[in-house]
Every structure is written in C-alpha cells, then in structure tokens.
C-alpha cells in the first residue's frame, strides 16, 4: 500500500491519524479494505488450516492491529529498545510510522525493517 499511485489514491487515507488510537486501526479507504478482506477469505482456500486455528489468527492479528494502533505502549521505554521487545512492531514503533510514514512498515515485526534499512528508532 505504500506503492506511490496506492499510497497517494488509497492508503493515505489511513495517514490522517498522525497521533494514533485504537479507531485508527480500522480506518481505512474502502478499496484497500476489499483488497485486506480478499486476502483473509482466501487463505482458507490456499492454506489448509482448521477452523480454530483460522480463528484464533485472525482473531490475534485484529487484536495486533488495534494495539499496535493504541499509542499506548504496555513496556517501558528502556525494554522497547531491548532484544526481545525491539524485535516486535509494537505501539511506539507503529506511532513514528503514522508520523513520518517512510520507516517501520512491519506488520508484525521489525525484522524485515531491520534487514531493508527501514527501521527507525521510536524514540
């Protein structure tokens, strides 16, 4: 979604929220929804996976999103920057994203971040 024609039609839109909260984990543009929600029904189809497992992922990953969105963060400062917690998308790092929107892409982690010099320090 950061593509530039994607970011500048779609996904800016999700960008309003420069200071994020728990709402700003679903606010999105209708097409990119579609686009989120086209992926979550075809995995069934492309992964074997039992229903509950399928359930609990899904049910985790909204959870994910909605704290990685709640500019609140549960660690303190000095153990975010420390392995294992720096390796994790948390709060903090999400924030400096919807601030300055080119570093910390991770989803989940900082991993690829790290390996593609994306990564940005939250503080």
């Given amino acids: 979604m950061h593509w530039p024609l994607l970011y ?3 996904h800016s839109i999700h960008y309003l929220s420069r200071q ?14 579609l686009v989120n929600m086209s992926v979550v029904f075809l995995i069934p189809f492309i992964i074997p996976l039992h229903i509950s497992a399928y359930a ?9 999103n909605v ?7 549960f660690w303190p400062k000095s153990w975010v920057l420390k392995f294992p917690l720096n390796l994790l998308n948390l709060p903090s790092v999400h924030s400096w994203h ?11 982690t900082t991993i690829w971040d790290r390996l593609f010099g994306t990564y940005k320090k939250p503080f």
Avoid at 56 to 64: G, K, P, Q, R, Y
């Fill in 8 to 10: 500048k039609k779609v």
């Fill in 56 to 64: 609990i992922f899904t049910t985790l990953a909204v959870l994910n």
């Fill in 98 to 108: 919807h601030e300055k929107v080119n570093g910390n892409f991770g989803l989940y």
């Fill in 67 to 73: 704290y990685g969105h709640s500019g609140y963060e």
């Fill in 20 to 33: 994020t909260t728990p709402l700003t984990s679903h606010s999105f543009h209708a097409v990119e929804t």
